[in-house]
C-alpha cells in the first residue's frame, strides 16, 4: 500500500448535452404549445416517457446533469434565450402564448411556494389567497389612472407580504398541524371574504386594467415589419423576465447561508437553535418572501386575463399549488417549472381532461408521494456556486 | 480575576411535573478543564446539557458563564457565548452535504444579512472560500479521506463518520466550551479512543478549549477528564479526580444497587 | 334581540356543535393513536353520506318506506362504508408512510380527499348537483314563546352526545379502547405487551370515520341536503376543532366542535351588516386562539427528546 492516495483525473463535463437538452425542451414546447388535435399532443406526450426512458436507461440524463452543474449560468442563459425563441415562434398565437405566460406565472408562483414548503418546511395552505391578494390588488389599482402598472406588480407583492404580517405570529408559534390550520384558515377566510364583499366585486370579481410599461398598452398588438403580432407577446415576455428575476433571486437565497438556515430549520429545529440560528427570523423571512412572489406573480396574471373572482382562489386552488411544489420535487426550481408545465398545459391542450383535472392531479400526487416523494426532479445538494461543488 | 472558574452551576433544578430530574446541582468548571460527568441512566446528565445550552427553563438555580448570568438564556445566546454541543442521538440534517451540515455551526461567523447574502455575491463568495477551508481542514483532522467528499449528503455515511462530522460541526466556531453527549455511542474501542485524541489535537492548537463529557465508557473518562462529578437521581454525589470517585462508597452504590 | 331569537341561535349552535364534535373527535382519534392528521376525513364522510343516500334511493325502489326503518339502515349503510374507507386509507396510505416525514401524510391525504370529492362529483349520477336528502326525522315542532323546538333537531342532538359518550366509554372501559390507548401513549411497548397493533390501528379509524358519517347523515337530516362539497367544509371545521380545542384528547375535540360552533352562531347574530361574514369571524377567531395557544386549548404532552 502506498501513502499517495492518485485522485481521479477530474473530467470536467461538458456543455453541449445540457445546450442539447436546451434546444431540445425549446422545440418540444413549442411543438406541445402549438399541436391543435388529441393525437399530436398525446403522441408528443408518449414521445416525452419514451425519452426519459431513454435519458435513464443510457445514462444521458447523468450526463445532462453533470453538464448542468459545471456550466450552469451559461446553461441557464440558453434556457431564457429558449423561452424567448418559443415565444417568437409563437408570436401570432393568441391560446399558446397565453398558455405559455400562464405557465410562467404558476412556475414564479411554485418558486415561492418553495422557499416555505421546499427549504423551510413551513405549510402554507393559502397560496391561491396571498396569489388573489396580488391579483386583487392589480384590479383595485387599476382604477388609479396616475399609478404606474409596473409599481402595482411591486404594490400586489407587498399587500400579499401585509396580508401575511397578519398571520406571522401564529406562523412563527405554532409547528406542524397547528401551522397547517392558521394557513388553511386564512385561505378559507379569504376567499369567502371576496364572495361577500361588495367592493370588491362579491361572487362577480372585478376588471383588471391592462399592463402599462413605458406608455406602451400590453393589450395593443406588436407590429414587426408589418406583421401584426398577438398581444399576447407583451405578457409573455414580462412574465418570462418576472420569472427569471425570482429564478436568480430564490436561486441565490437557496446558495447562501440565509438557505442553509432555512435547511437547517426545516431539518432539525432545536439542533438549529443550539447553533445560533435564529429559528423566528428565517421562517418569517421564508414566509414573507415566499407571499411577496406569489402576490407580485398573482397581480400580473390579473393583468393578463383581464377578469378576476373569488372561484379562482379558493382552497383547491392552493392545493394545485402545493401540488406543483411536491410534482416538481420539494426544492426543486426546475422540478417547479416542469410541473407548472404539466400543471397547466395537460388540462388545456387535452379538453377532455379539463374537467378531470383536480381529480388526475390529485392522484398523481399520491402516487408521486407514495413511490417517489423527492419530486419529479428531485433537488440537488446545494452547489454554492457553478461548479463549486466539483472543486475540492 | 483569571482563577474565577468558567462555568458555574448553583442550586440548578428542573422539575417535569412531579419527577425532579435535577435537585440542586451546583458545581464548577475551570479554564481549559475537561470534566466528566457521569452517573446512572435517568440520573440528570442530559438534562443539565439541556438547561445549560437553553432548550428547557430552569425551575430553580443559576448558571454563570464567564461571569455572566445565563440561567434561562436562548439557545442562541448560550452558542453566541460559546457553548456548543453534540447530541445523545445524532442530530445532523442527513439529507445536506457534509460542508452544509459544519457550516450550520458557524452561523456567528457568517453573514446573515439579505443584502450581503444575495446582492453581494461577490464577497459573499470570499466568505464562501476562507470557511470552505476551515472546514475542510477540521474534517480532514477527523476523517482525512471525506476531506475530498466535502459535497456528499451525510446521510450515505456510516454511523462513526456521522458522529465525527457532528463534531467538526461543533469545534468549527472555535468554541470555548464543548458539550459531548455520549460520544462513544455506536463506536468501537478503538474509534471512540481515536476521536477522542482527534478533539484533544484540535484543542492543543486552539485557545483553551474546555470539555464537559458525558460518558457511559468509563475507560474514556480515565483517560481524558482532569475531574468528574457524578449524579445519581439528579443530585451531585460526588466531585472529584476519576480514582476518587471511582473509589467512593456512595458512586460504587449509586452504580452497582449495592445498599 | 327577542329572547325567542336567541334561543333559536341557541339551539341552532347546539345541532352544529354536535356535528362538528363528531367529526373533530375523528381528527383526535387517528392523531392519537398514529400522530398523524387524515385529511381526507371531511370527504369520507361525504362519500358514507352518498352511500346511505344510495341506499335509501334503493329502499324506496323496493317499497320499504316505513321512516325509522330506513333512517336505521341508511345510518348503518353510511356507516359501514365510512369506517369500510376510513380502514382501508388507514392500510393502504397512511400506514407506508408512517416512516416519513407527517407532512407527507397530511398532503397524501389532503389529495385523496380531492381525488374522493372529485370522483363523487363526476362519476356520481348527476353528482355536481345537490341531492334533496329525505327528512327521515318527525317534522313536529314544540312552540317555546316565539321559537320552535324541532323534533328533529333534539332526536339528533341527542343521538349525537350519545354516540360521543359511547365512544368516550368505549375508550375507557372496554379492552379494545384499553389497547387503543395503550397505543397512542407508546406503540413500541403496546406491540411487546401482545397487543396486535394492525388491528388497533385500523379498528381506531373505523371507529373515527364511523362516528363521522353519523355527523354527515345528521348534515343531510337537517338541512334536507347534501352535496360532494360538504365534506370539505365539515372536514376544514371538524380539524380546526380538533386542534383549536388541543390533538390527542376527545375533550378538546368537542370542546372545540361547539367553540366552532358558537362562533358562527354569535357571528351571524352579532355581525349587523351580513351573516355572511359567519365564516370569516370564525375563521378569524381560529387564527387568533392559535395565536394565543399555539398547541391548543387544552394542549397535548410536549415529550421531545433531545
Known sequence: ?392 | MTTSPLLEFTDLTKRFGGVTALDAFSMHLDRGEILGLIGPNGSGKTTSFNLLTGIYPATAGTIRFDGQEITNASPRQVYEAGIVRTFQRSRLCLELSIYDNIMIGDTSRLSQGLWANLVKRNSFRAEFDASFQKARDLVATFSGHLADRMFEPVGTLPMIERRRIEICRALVSAPRLLLLDEPSAGMTHDETDQLMRDILDVRARGNGLSIIIVEHEMGVIERITDRCVVLSYGRKIADGTYAEVASDAEVQNAYLGVD | MDLGLIAQFLANGIVLGTMYALVAVGFTLFFGVLDVIKFSHGDVLMLGTFAGFTVWLGLEAVGIINPWLQLVVVLIASMVVTAAVGAAIAKWLVLPLKKAPPLNTLLVTLMLGTAIREAVRLFYPDGSNPKAFPALLPDASIDLGGFALRADSVILVVAGLLLIAGLNMMLNRTRLGLAIRAVAQDEETAQIMGINYMLVVLATFAIGSGVAAFAGVMNGLYYNEINFGMGLLLGLIGFSAAIVGGLGNLYGAILGGFLFAGLQVVGSALLPFASAYKDVFAFAVVIAIMAWKPTGLIPERASERV
Not at chain 1, 264 to 290: M, P, Q
Not at chain 1, 333 to 342: R, S, T
Open chain 1, 1 to 392: 500500500m502506498t501513502d499517495i492516495v492518485m485522485s481521479p483525473p477530474v473530467r470536467r463535463a461538458g456543455w453541449i448535452p445540457g445546450i442539447a437538452t436546451v434546444a431540445a425542451v425549446a422545440l418540444y414546447g413549442w411543438a406541445i404549445l402549438s399541436a391543435e388535435e388529441d393525437w399530436q399532443v398525446l403522441g408528443l406526450l408518449a414521445l416525452a416517457v419514451i425519452a426519459t426512458v431513454i435519458g435513464m436507461v443510457s445514462g444521458f440524463g447523468r450526463s445532462v446533469q453533470a453538464s448542468w452543474a459545471a456550466h450552469e449560468s451559461k446553461l441557464n442563459g440558453a434556457a431564457l434565450i429558449g423561452i424567448v425563441a418559443v415565444i417568437a415562434a409563437l408570436s401570432t398565437q393568441h391560446f399558446p402564448l397565453l398558455m405559455l405566460s400562464t405557465m410562467l406565472l404558476y412556475f414564479t408562483a411554485s418558486l415561492g411556494m418553495n422557499i416555505q414548503f421546499g427549504y423551510t418546511g413551513m405549510v402554507n395552505f393559502a397560496g391561491a389567497a396571498f396569489f388573489g391578494a396580488g391579483a386583487y390588488t392589480a384590479a383595485v389599482m387599476g382604477n388609479v389612472a396616475w399609478f404606474p402598472p409596473l409599481l402595482t406588480l411591486v404594490l400586489g407583492g407587498v399587500v400579499s407580504m401585509a396580508l401575511s404580517l397578519v398571520l406571522v405570529f401564529p406562523i412563527v408559534r405554532t409547528t406542524g398541524h397547528y401551522a397547517a390550520v392558521v394557513t388553511i384558515a386564512f385561505g378559507v377566510l379569504f376567499k369567502t371574504f371576496l364572495e361577500v364583499n361588495e367592493i370588491l366585486g362579491g361572487p362577480q370579481g372585478l376588471m383588471v386594467s391592462s399592463m402599462r410599461l413605458l406608455g406602451w398598452d400590453f393589450m395593443d398588438s406588436p407590429q414587426i415589419g408589418g406583421m401584426k403580432l398577438s398581444f399576447y407577446v407583451n405578457y409573455a415576455l414580462l412574465c418570462t423576465a418576472l420569472a427569471a428575476l425570482v429564478f436568480i433571486a430564490v436561486r441565490r437565497l437557496e446558495r447562501s447561508w440565509l438557505g442553509l438556515h432555512m435547511d437547517a430549520v426545516r431539518l432539525d429545529e432545536t439542533a438549529a437553535a443550539c447553533f445560533g440560528i435564529s429559528v423566528k427570523k428565517t421562517k418569517i423571512l421564508a414566509f414573507l418572501s415566499g407571499n411577496m412572489i406569489l402576490g407580485i406573480a398573482g397581480a400580473l396574471y390579473g393583468m393578463m386575463i383581464s377578469f378576476i373572482a373569488p372561484s379562482s382562489f379558493t382552497f383547491s386552488d392552493s392545493l394545485l399549488m402545493v401540488s406543483m411544489v411536491l410534482l416538481g420535487g420539494m426544492g426543486s426550481p426546475w422540478g417547479g417549472a416542469l410541473a407548472a408545465a404539466i400543471v397547466i398545459l395537460l388540462p388545456e391542450k387535452l379538453q377532455f381532461l379539463q374537467e378531470y383535472r383536480f381529480l388526475l392531479f390529485s392522484v398523481l400526487v399520491i402516487l408521486v408521494l407514495l413511490f417517489r416523494p423527492d419530486g419529479l426532479l428531485p433537488r440537488q445538494i446545494r452547489n454554492y456556486f457553478p461548479g463549486a461543488r466539483s472543486r475540492q
